[in-house]
């Protein structure tokens, strides 16, 4: 494996701050058990071998292994109580504390916690192949629901501790230099994401509820964007056969990021926190969000 180009170690050797591939599917509704059944299958069919531990999404839970008896004791008494008590999600782990593999689902309570987008979340390290990306994108594209969603580039950084501000502020550097690593703080955006889509990614996901709020700017996008997948659920734009990282100092091509981007216009959220640090301001975060569509302001 080569060297992570976006790398700092902590003390504790666990990344302050790490590229790495994702892919996110945002929900209106959190996962039933049979949904969630449905993508913990297709990842256990392209991904199982990535998985050593789980835990659940509740507060003061700890990872267990994953083997034989803890899968079946999640399928068969687990999962099928999901949601029925304090139980909204779990989290799937390699246990590597860099270039780890991650598949987590959370599900927010309507009543306790309105307006937050559930979600589907898969984390690799920054060098697996598009190809598995795609096609797990592609698959869970039409077994699920989703409201919006992107896969490609991200930087994992660190959201609490003492490092945490400067993790923050280095995601914001690599920012504003490479348009096509999204910057990322799942906790912030969860709050946001109902209103609209984020921004364009290598892949970009539009759904249903969101396609009919502004026909012509779907319309608009699937002229400009031949490479799109439409499901029982959505749309799914691929810009490429690999994300980029969108160097803007040695002006990597981003035409096809840029011409999306305009058209799905209309879609984008309209207001959104910073992701934190000490330079992420409001102002700034909503500026990287519209970057390709107002490039003088970020």
Same mark, same amino acid.
């Given at each position: 494996m080569g060297t992570n180009p976006f790398?700092?170690?902590?003390?504790?050797?666990?990344? !302050?701050?790490?590229?790495?591939?994702?892919?996110v599917f945002y929900l209106r509704q959190a996962p039933s058990p049979a949904q969630a059944r449905r993508v913990h299958d297709l990842y256990l069919r392209h991904c199982e071998g990535h998985i050593r531990c789980y835990r659940s999404t509740a507060l003061g839970r700890d990872f267990v292994p994953w083997n034989g008896e803890a899968r079946r004791h999640f399928e068969q008494v687990l999962l099928p109580t999901l949601r029925t008590q304090e139980h909204w999600g779990y989290v799937f782990w390699d246990g590597r504390a860099k270039d780890s593999w991650q598949f987590m689902f959370h599900g927010f309570r309507p009543h306790s916690e309105p307006g937050r987008a559930s979600f589907y979340r898969f984390e690799f390290d920054w060098q697996v192949s598009p190809a598995l990306v795609k096609t797990l994108a592609e698959e869970i594209a039409k077994a699920v629901?989703?409201?919006?969603? %992107?896969?490609?580039?991200?930087?994992?950084?660190?959201?609490?501790?003492?490092?945490?501000?400067?993790?923050?502020?280095?995601?914001?550097? /690599?920012?504003?230099?490479?348009?096509?690593? !999204?910057?990322? !703080? +799942?906790? /912030?955006? /969860?709050?946001?994401?109902?209103?609209?889509?984020?921004?364009?990614? %290598? +892949?970009?996901?539009?759904?249903?509820?969101?396609?009919?709020?502004?026909?012509a700017a779907l319309a608009s996008a699937k002229r400009g964007n031949p490479l799109f997948m439409e499901t029982d659920f959505g749309v799914a734009f691929c810009?490429?056969?690999?994300?980029?990282?969108?160097?803007? !100092?040695?002006?990597?091509?981003?035409?096809?990021?840029?011409? +999306?981007?305009?058209?799905?216009?209309?879609?984008?959220?309209?207001?959104?926190?910073?992701?934190?640090?000490?330079?992420?301001t409001e102002e700034c975060t909503l500026q990287w969000f519209r970057r390709f569509t107002h490039p003088d302001d970020f």
């Open positions: 790398i700092e170690l902590g003390p504790d050797d666990v990344p !302050n701050h790490e590229l790495k591939q994702g892919l629901p989703f409201h919006s969603g %992107w896969g490609g580039y991200f930087l994992q950084a660190r959201k609490a501790g003492p490092s945490a501000p400067a993790a923050l502020d280095a995601m914001y550097a /690599v920012a504003r230099r490479y348009w096509g690593v !999204n910057a990322y !703080n +799942l906790d /912030v955006s /969860v709050r946001y994401l109902l209103a609209g889509y984020g921004c364009v990614s %290598w +892949l970009t996901l539009i759904g249903h509820g969101l396609m009919e709020a502004a026909p810009l490429g056969d690999a994300p980029v990282l969108g160097d803007r !100092n040695r002006q990597e091509p981003l035409e096809a990021y840029v011409t +999306l981007a305009r058209a799905l216009a209309p879609l984008q959220i309209q207001e959104h926190a910073s992701f934190g640090g000490t330079r992420w």
